[in-house]
Nanobody
């Protein structure tokens, strides 16, 4: 049974930072892309970032470029999202997903349950 479990969400002031983690179990994703998405209240889920199997290629939504960094540790079957200079507009439930294909416009198979990120002004 494949599971993706996110952690690291919380409440932070604007300008602050958070680091999200997503630990996968039940299957190794070391040969596949992985990604992060988010869904704000009353909005559709949107792409945030993806990373290739080696970590050599990364893709970001324009809204987070220069502020967020996606990384992975294949030995731990884990993907991370470092979020800096957070804005109230970043408030959402953040989901990780894997495997992901076509990383610039990804389609992903398995999804985590999400972790809430709230940025106060």
């Amino acid at each position: 049974q494949v599971q993706l479990v996110e952690s690291g969400g919380g409440l932070v002031q604007a300008g602050g930072s958070l680091r999200l983690s997503c630990a996968a179990s039940g299957r190794t994703f070391s040969s596949y892309g992985m990604g992060w998405f988010r869904q704000a209240p009353r909005k559709e889920r949107e792409f945030v970032a993806t990373i290739s199997w080696s970590g050599g290629s990364t893709f970001y939504a324009d809204s987070v470029k220069g502020r967020f960094t996606i990384s992975r540790d294949n030995a731990k079957n884990t993907v991370y999202l470092q979020m800096n200079s957070l804005k109230p507009a970043d408030t959402a439930v953040y989901y990780c997903a894997a495997p992901c294909y076509v990383l610039a416009s990804p389609t992903c198979t398995y999804w985590g349950q999400g972790t809430q990120v709230t940025v106060s002004s």
